[in-house]
């Protein structure tokens, strides 16, 4: 059974940094693309960043490009989102996904919060 847990939402001021993790279990953990997901207040939930398998290539959605960075670490089933110069647009609780036989699956999400 696929289980994701996210971890290292919290309160932080813009311009401040957060490092969000993502653990899994129940797959083959190098063989899957992994997504990070954020859904805000009354907004539909988007894509925020994604990388391969192996890690070879990573996506970004524009409004995060050049702020956060989409990681991960084979060896420990982790998968990472640092957040860096947040804002509070920002502001969301965030997911982590994998998509296994057309199945998707998430985690249930870690909130952020950016506020002056």
């Known amino acids: 059974q696929v289980q994701l847990v996210e971890s290292g939402g919290g309160l932080v001021q813009p311009g401040g940094s957060l490092r969000l993790s993502c653990a899994a279990s129940g797959l083959t953990f190098s063989n899957y693309a992994m997504s990070w997901y954020r859904q805000a207040p009354g907004k539909e939930r988007e894509l925020v960043a994604g990388?391969?398998?192996?890690?070879?290539?990573?996506n970004y959605a524009d409004s995060v490009r050049g702020r956060f960075t989409i990681s991960r670490d084979d060896g420990q089933n982790t998968v990472y989102l640092q957040m860096n110069n947040l804002k509070p647009e920002d502001t969301a609780v965030y997911y982590c996904?994998?998509?296994?036989?057309?199945?998707?699956?998430w985690g249930q999400g870690t909130e952020v919060i950016v506020f002056s």
């Open positions: 996904m994998v998509r296994r036989n057309s199945i998707d699956y």
């Open positions: 990388i391969s398998g192996r890690g070879r290539t990573t």
